[in-house]
């Protein structure tokens, strides 16, 4: 059994273990991936204010997000096709998310679908909604997501149009993969993977496949689902979805203070301040960059979350101590699921917990309401001087 330390221990093991498709479809950014790579980079910027001798006992990174209590506020993302990283892999990481008392965020385009992740587990999860063209399956999903008593609607803004990652377009990017002579060498090679998916419940799209009309084999998915984002999606349609759903609403994808203004309008219990991963659109500025004008816009009137960038309880610090309530990991957790599963979902979790309680104690902090900015050494000029 290897001795995991970090997020980056994981990220090697899941490397050796995933077929290289999905690997790539997971550690890529679009087009020359500048703002996937400084998602990361600028987090790197900001250093922590070291304190000494201040009582550290007693110390929780127990907190809230959205009104619900969390062993720490760190949400798993919503990942698409999770349940190709790993056989069953959403249901694999709702579970380990619900054990560690963090929330799950099931994507639209998952593997397993809300029903087979609702009755894996025993709490109420939050939901990624997709805006699609076809308004009745958008309708349809929408009432899925409360039968399954999902606890948040997460409306994702920032895909109403694909960005292009060109290892997708290369690799042949499918659900399941398409057996071409270069992908079956390769997955000769992953060979404990392909055993766990012989015997997964699900090998292409549960929230689609047998949901739509016309979708009833995987080989027309993928001309559907990027024909089906919804181009004219605008904030009527996000306020009307919204009292669709009656519930609480995080609107994810939020990287500009006008538009955190136009989410309170709408009614947002939250917003989402992401650029998708670095996944959309190449040359937008990094989440933890957008963040202060983004609190200085609208901080005080909707909870703030961030994510994009985070492999790190420093990260998670950094960013709380900038002013969000609360964060979300993507690849962090994706790697701890395809080195290790459920496990390594877990894993993840607790990396970034212990990384977030040390550091928090070293900064002379014992909760999480007490990290404010004077925590941060931020660089001069770190948000930039953009001129628009
Ligand atoms: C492989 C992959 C698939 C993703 N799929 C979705 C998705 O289906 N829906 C969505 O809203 N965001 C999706 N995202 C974006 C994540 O929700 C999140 O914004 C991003 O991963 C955060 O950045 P990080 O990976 O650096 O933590 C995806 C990200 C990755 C890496």
């Given at each position: 059994m290897p001795v995991i330390t970090n997020i980056d221990d994981l990220k090697r093991i899941y490397r050796r273990k995933t077929p290289k498709m999905f690997y790539d479809y997971a550690e890529s950014g679009s087009w020359t991936e500048q703002t996937f790579r400084e998602n990361t980079s600028d987090f790197d910027q900001i250093r922590l204010r070291q304190r000494v001798a201040v009582d550290m006992t007693g110390r929780s990174t127990a907190s809230q997000m959205i009104g619900q209590d969390v062993t720490m506020p760190v949400a798993l993302a919503p990942v698409g096709m999770t349940g190709m990283q790993c056989a069953d892999g959403e249901i694999k990481a709702a579970r380990a998310a619900e054990r560690f008392g963090v929330p799950f965020t099931l994507s639209t385009?998952?593997?397993?679908?809300i029903e087979d992740v609702a009755g894996a587990t025993s709490k109420p999860f939050w939901f990624q909604l997709y805006t699609m063209k076809d308004t009745d399956y958008v309708s349809r999903l929408i009432q899925r997501a409360k039968d399954a008593k999902c606890s948040a609607l997460v409306i994702t803004l920032d895909l109403q149009i694909l960005g292009q990652r060109h290892k997708d377009l290369k690799n042949g990017l499918s659900a399941p993969p398409k057996l071409t002579i270069p992908t079956m060498i390769n997955l000769a090679t992953k060979w404990s993977w392909g055993i766990g998916m012989l015997s997964a419940?699900?090998?292409?799209?549960g929230n689609i496949v047998g949901h739509v009309k016309g979708i009833s084999d995987t080989s027309s998915l993928g001309a559907w689902t990027a024909e089906q984002f919804?181009?004219?999606?605008d904030w009527g349609k996000i306020a009307k979805i919204k009292e669709e759903w009656g519930g609480k609403v995080i609107l994810k994808g939020i990287l500009d203070a006008e538009d955190a203004k136009m989410a309170l309008s709408v009614g947002a219990d939250a917003i989402i301040v992401s650029n998708h991963g670095g996944r959309q659109l190449d040359g937008a500025i990094s989440s933890i960059r957008a963040l202060p004008s983004i609190l200085d816009a609208v901080g005080d009137k909707v909870e703030v979350h961030l994510d994009s960038g985070i492999r790190s309880g420093q990260d998670v610090l950094k960013a709380l101590a900038m002013g969000a309530k609360g964060t979300y990991i993507g690849r962090a957790f994706v790697y701890g699921l395809g080195a290790m599963g459920q496990e390594g979902v877990k894993t993840a979790l607790e990396v970034i917990h212990k990384e977030l309680d040390i550091s928090m104690a070293l900064c002379g902090k014992r909760r999480i309401e007490e990290l404010t900015r004077d925590v941060l050494l931020v660089p001069e000029g770190f948000e930039g001087r953009w001129q628009a």
């Open positions: 385009m998952s593997i397993n679908s419940k699900r090998r292409h799209f919804d181009p004219s999606l």
